[in-house]
């Protein structure tokens, strides 16, 4: 961008190039009145608006450079160590941390101690060279994890926008994911239930005035509310059978850390089910109303908008749901599917200096010819931006068990978050030695040792101390990217964890189709519990609006009373169906069998009160099943079913 082009009238000449000093105006005006002198037009490379002198770029990337080393192998570790620790206190914390990390130190200064020595045998080194080594070190492992990462979401990214453009199989893949959260869902109760009942032994065990029961209120608070009151309000009385083992504090700080766990993983299961289950609810109704020949989108249960509901009726999301997002994701997948391609031909043939067969370093050597600095940044912009997506969406996407998880709609655990951050900190510097290798823009990947240092590269130096790497693995394992797109497109590491028992979403598998039928039936069962409860609610509703709110069902009764459906027939009489106290999981399958007729049970409205005041008397009385008021001469007596009839289903 400093050099200046002079053309004469007669011909076209370029003069040497001049090296001129962007932040000094006085060198620009001397040689503009030079060049006026000689009678030759000019043509001056203007300096842009944001350009930044070479020393602001130094520093700059020397602080983001080690900041980005120093959180990531010192500071995220011992965070992440101190989130999962169950002490009970800050330096007990700490010390914890700190005791975990050495082993996982102790590893890594092994390794680099065995790595050192190797090079200190072939070569002499110095500070300077020591200082390249590690950076050198740190760069290889974070181009293997890059390389990993890319080859991965360059593939799946646009492949996800298809299938979200296809209503079957994205329907198909939630209901999948039904089936699986729902044994992921049940494994979280019964660990909570596990861990609640060790608690409950240690509270029966440690008294008030123990000196852990401190901690055991910590541990109290954690656990949910209704086991909370339900030990805080126990009594606290001396038994004169104590129990054999009384909890130590080593047990309370592994109970403690048990806990969070437990609850952490319940809580964010739960979340997770209500979402998919509301997924499916949305795909299912588009699904149902993309043959509506009025054109009107209508939800099985209502849809809030906000403030966009005056504008976004029911004709507009239908052909925003049903017509338009559909060929948007399709030309999405296009655009997506060309950056794709164009950042896989570029990493494999970047080494090639001439011709120039990186569609990146064409790119940019246009703008260059053209001195269009505005064209070089979006550009730029464009590429990295692109990169960091398909790395990041990687990272986004990759599960350890339980261990790493990034979970929706704030259900991300501490541990997961810092596990991420100390992945992006390490994605950083290889990612940057890897966008000026695409444009050619390193000068010992491509030998031209014509090209200006950068900014980036005089502060971390080349890795021509190691040859193998600067020679070897940096310049050709960016190659290996092709076979992992390969790997990732036809499904061969889904493939793979399917053969080893992790079920994986595979069309042509049985397995899969028996996940997908089952997760369909799970929906259904949750679509007819919540359409049940908004029944009610309308019903009550209604009655509040006709009789007021004096009566039963109103905001001022009884609870159990409010939950009994009430409804009125055209002769003015009163329907009351059977009331049922205890509703669960195994009563909710008599729903799906015949239906009751209760139409024969009514009575006149004066005798309502005293109907509902013998329930209620007769429900505080008694703890055992729940019987339906004998509204007529028919003597049938309705009971609860026995429990555990259902528990094959």
């Known amino acids: 961008m400093s050099n200046i082009s002079t053309t004469s009238q007669a011909n076209v000449t370029t003069t040497p190039s001049l090296s001129v000093q962007e932040d000094s105006k006085t060198t620009l005006s001397q040689i503009k009145n030079e060049v006026e002198d000689t009678g030759i ?131 198909s893949e939630v209901y999948f994911k039904v089936a699986k959260l729902s044994t992921e869902k049940s494994e979280a109760e019964e660990g909570l239930e596990d861990v609640l009942e060790d608690i409950k032994k240690a509270a029966e065990s440690i008294r008030y005035n123990n000196p852990l029961h401190k901690h055991l209120d910590t541990i109290l608070e954690k ?18 059978n104590e129990p054999s083992e009384m909890p130590t504090e080593k047990m309370l700080v592994r109970l403690h850390k048990t806990v969070i766990q437990a609850t952490r ?39 809030e908008h906000g403030i966009f509901g005056i504008c976004y009726n029911n004709v507009a999301e239908w052909y925003w749901l049903c017509v338009i997002k559909p060929w948007l994701l399709r030309l999405l997948v296009v655009i997506l599917s060309v950056f794709s391609f164009t950042v896989v031909w570029s990493e494999v043939t ?30 730029s912009f464009l590429i990295i931006t692109y990169l960091c997506v398909c790395a990041y969406y990687t990272v986004f996407k990759i599960r350890i068990f339980n261990y790493y998880y990034i979970a929706g709609h704030h259900q991300t655990d501490e ?68 076979l992992l797109c390969i790997a990732t497109y036809f499904h061969l590491g889904s493939r793979c964890l399917h053969c080893l028992g992790f079920q994986q979403f595979i069309g042509d598998d049985d397995m899969t189709t028996d996940l997908i039928n089952e997760g369909k039936e799970l929906v259904r069962r949750e679509s007819q519990k ?33 939950s009994v459906p009430k409804y009125s027939n055209r002769n003015g009489k009163i329907s009351l169906p059977m009331i049922q106290e205890h509703t669960s999981d195994t009563t909710e399958l008599l729903s799906d069998m015949e239906p009751i007729d209760y139409s024969d049970h009514t009575v006149q409205i004066d005798t309502l009160d005293r109907t509902l005041e013998t329930q209620k008397s007769s429900s505080y009385q008694s703890s055992g099943p729940a019987r339906g008021s004998k509204f007529s001469t028919n003597k049938t007596d309705f009971k609860k079913p026995p429990r555990g009839i259902f528990d094959d289903v």
Request: net charge neutral; glycine share 6%; aromatic share 14%.
């Open 41 to 171: 037009t000019t043509s001056i490379c203007q300096v842009p608006w944001s350009h930044v002198p070479d020393a602001v770029l130094v520093n700059f990337w020397k602080v983001v450079y080690w900041s980005s080393q120093i959180l990531t192998w010192l500071i995220l570790p011992i965070m992440q160590s101190y989130s999962n620790a169950g002490n009970f206190s800050v330096s007990g914390k700490i010390r914890s941390a700190l005791l975990e990390n050495a082993i996982f130190y102790g590893s890594y200064l092994t390794i680099f101690g065995v790595f050192l020595i190797y090079v200190a045998s072939t070569m002499d080194i110095d500070a300077g060279k020591l200082q390249v080594i590690g950076v050198t070190a740190s760069n290889t492992w974070g181009l293997f994890l890059l390389v990993l990462l890319l080859g991965y979401g360059l593939v799946d990214i646009p492949r996800r926008q298809w299938h979200d453009s296809k209503r079957g199989h994205k329907l």
């Open 223 to 240: 656990c949910p509310n209704n086991f909370q009151k339900r030990i805080r309000n126990r009594d606290d009385y001396q038994d004169y």
């Open 265 to 303: 993983n319940h809580h964010r299961t739960q979340c997770q089910w209500n979402s998919l289950i509301e997924s499916a609810y949305e795909l299912d109704d588009i699904a149902s109303n993309e043959g509506s020949t009025d054109h009107r989108f209508r939800w099985t249960f209502k849809q």
């Open 350 to 379: 970047f080494f090639v200096r001439s011709p120039v067969l990186s569609l990146f370093a064409v790119f940019i050597n246009l703008a260059k010819a053209n001195y269009d600095y505005l064209y070089i940044e979006i550009t």
């Open 415 to 482: 541990n997961s978050l810092l596990f991420s951050g100390m992945l992006l900190c390490r994605l950083t510097p290889p990612l940057c030695l890897n966008f000026l290798g695409l444009i050619h823009l390193d000068s010992h990947v491509i030998n031209a040792k014509h090209l200006p240092e950068t900014a980036y590269t005089a502060i971390m130096g080349h890795m021509d101390v190691i040859p193998f790497i600067a020679r070897g693995f940096n310049i050709y394992f960016p190659i290996a990217i092709i």
């Open 530 to 562: 919540r359409q049940r409860l908004e029944d009610g609610a309308s019903r009550r509703k209604r009655w509040n609006e006709r009789f007021g709110d004096g009566i039963p069902g109103s905001k001022d009764s009884d609870s159990d009373e409010s």
